[in-house]
């Protein structure tokens, strides 16, 4: 893989009315950044991370719904959108969720609302467990978290982790234009394909012809996908379930009845595990909720604002509000136990 800094010039990715990128340069990565100018001064950070194939496009119908009560951002990925490969060419849960926690430390944003869709879920569950202290809330939609039984349609994304998969794969696809890609990724993730508007579908094609013209696209979507495999089947403190069970944050959980990537079923055992959750199910909506129902997202999440700050003003300092001490909570964990392994 050739440096970051010889790659092939492509085409810029769009940014939506009223955003803004910028690339952010840490140790060993290089990420793009997609923010939105806050409506006022002093509204409390969000941060948003997108899933396997997305990029921080994927947040552009949700942000702005959510102007008057966060500073929004959304992060592309390693590999992703217009991010470029990791130096190490790390692309598993740990080495995605080590690059949210090094721009976490480096902007000095934090504690922040923390979003994450499907691999992004999985990545910032683990962000929240290891360091409770950079995270205020923590949005789930469709995260990806083990499965016993995986859904049927969800084998071929899994068996683009196997050894040699992704090139018969691209052989066998060569013929297929932008656009056959789209229309195959919209059916996958969205409950009514019909949501899509002409354009957005015109802009999703746009930016698929893009990212094929990327050297890497294949080999990031290749090893995130083996990343998730090889995530399913940690046990110990690094199972993503363990993890889940650690999260301190107030936890807002969104499911799509029509999801063909993370089983609708999954909903309860999540609400379950993350200790202070809400859990908000959407009957229509496939596996990218804050895309086709954003509307609804966003309201599940004033809520979720609202819920915390009763909370706030009924709980004293080091105390729930039953009266336990909440005092070295996050303790059972070391700050960095994620990040190796």
């Known amino acids: 893989m050739p440096p970051a800094n010889v790659l092939p010039k492509v085409a810029a990715v769009k940014d939506a009315d009223g955003e803004q990128l ?4 840490l140790p060993g990565i290089t990420l ?9 001064e002093g509204l409390p950070p969000a941060l948003y991370v997108h899933g396997l194939g997305g ?7 949700l942000m702005p719904l959510l102007d008057g009560v966060v500073h929004s951002e959304a992060v592309d990925l390693p590999g992703f959108g217009e991010s470029p490969p990791p130096d190490d060419g790390d692309y598993s849960i740990t080495g995605h969720a080590r690059a949210v926690l090094r721009y976490l430390d480096a902007s000095g944003r934090g504690p922040v609302h923390l979003f994450g869709n499907s691999l992004g879920g999985a990545v910032v569950t683990r962000v ?24 049927r349609s969800a084998v071929p994304t899994g068996l683009l982790a196997l050894p040699g998969m992704v090139s018969l794969f691209s052989r066998l696809t060569q013929e297929w234009t932008a656009e056959q890609r789209v229309r195959g990724i919209t059916a996958l993730c969205y409950g009514d394909p019909g949501r899509v508007s002409e354009e957005g579908f015109r802009n999703a ?3 698929m012809e893009r990212r094929l013209q990327l050297p890497y696209f294949w080999d990031a979507m290749a090893r995130s996908a083996r990343g998730i495999v090889n995530a399913y ?11 889940a069970e650690r999260v301190l944050a107030p ?7 029509r999801d063909q990537l993370v089983g609708y079923r999954m909903a309860q055992r999540a609400a379950r595990a993350f200790r202070d959750s809400r859990l908000l199910t959407l009957p229509d909506a496939g596996h990218v909720a804050m895309m086709e129902y954003p509307e609804t997202v966003a309201t599940a999440f004033r809520e979720l604002l609202a819920d915390t700050a009763d909370s706030a003003d009924t709980v004293d300092t080091g105390k729930s509000a ?3 001490s909440t005092d070295g909570a996050a303790d059972s964990e070391p700050a960095n136990q994620t990040t190796g392994g």
């Open 22 to 25: 910028r690339s952010v340069h």
């Open 233 to 243: 089947t940690l046990g110990g403190q690094h199972a993503l379930w363990r993890q």
């Open 251 to 257: 936890t807002l959980l969104v499911y799509g009845g």
């Open 128 to 151: 929240a467990a290891a360091r409770p202290d950079l995270v205020r809330t923590l949005t789930l939609v469709s995260p990806a978290l083990p499965e016993i039984r995986v859904q």
């Open 55 to 61: 990029s921080s496009q994927n947040w552009s119908a």
């Open 205 to 207: 094609v746009e930016e």
């Open 32 to 40: 793009t950044v997609r923010s939105r100018r806050p409506a006022r």
């Open 322 to 324: 039953s009266g336990e």
